[in-house]
T-cell receptor, first 113, second 112 residues
């Protein structure tokens, strides 16, 4: 399967803990995106990369959130000092052209207790 | 006011019906329009991708874009129970940003 993969699929953590999610894009896709989706809402944009460069960050991405794509392949999204409001589905997508389609992974569901 | 408005439903139809799903938007800068299907607790799956105004057909799915009215539609012909899912419209403003703006999604139920 050459689709977007995300790990872990589910994460349960206690408030105040740090969590890290990984996304592996479709091979040779140079653009990678992170979105967050809460229940009953559409995904909301967080940030995106072209190769290893982070080109745009949403105001939703507070100082507790950081994303990296060190070698232009996989990406990680870290949330420090998690809060209950961080509970959501974190989605990763990738695309290969500036105006191209974005293909999503299965998501990582985060529950903060 | 949200940039993209979408009726959350649920929309319940019998098998074989023609389904019409719609979104309106407020920003005329949007140029690329997409429809995604999302099953419960799964990632969104791209169904249709269109640029500017007009129609696009793919199997049982037809996407329509009316930029003058800021209105997009997805039609599903001969609906099946397996079409039961949430349908998300999404759009972006063009070459200077890749950020997708989504509607809230419409939940569709197709009953046998």
């Amino acid at each position: 399967d050459t689709g977007v993969s995300q790990d872990p699929r589910h994460k349960i953590t206690k408030r105040g803990q740090n969590v890290t999610f990984r996304c592996d894009p479709i091979s040779e896709h140079n653009r990678l995106y992170w979105y967050r989706q809460t229940l009953g809402q559409g995904p909301e944009f967080l940030t995106y990369f072209q190769n290893e460069a982070q080109l745009e960050k949403s105001r939703l991405l507070s100082d507790r959130f950081s994303a990296e794509r060190p070698k232009g392949s996989f990406s990680t999204l870290e949330i420090q000092r998690t809060e209950q409001g961080d509970s959501a589905m974190y989605l990763c997508a990738s695309s290969d052209t500036k105006a191209g389609e974005q293909f999503f992974g299965p998501g990582t569901r985060l529950t903060v207790l | 006011q949200k940039e993209v408005e979408q009726d959350p439903g649920p929309l319940s139809v019998p098998e074989g019906a023609i389904v019409s799903l719609n979104c309106t938007y407020s920003n005329s800068a949007f140029q690329y329009f997409m429809w995604y299907r999302q099953y419960s607790r799964k990632g969104p799956e791209l169904l249709m991708y269109t640029y500017s105004s007009g129609n696009k057909e793919d199997g049982r799915f037809t996407a329509q874009v009316d930029k003058s009215s800021k209105y997009i539609s997805l039609f599903i012909r001969d609906s099946q129970p397996s079409d039961s899912a949430t349908y998300l419209c999404a759009m972006k403003k063009g070459v200077f940003t890749d950020k997708l703006i989504f509607g809230t999604g419409t939940r569709l139920q197709v009953f046998p």
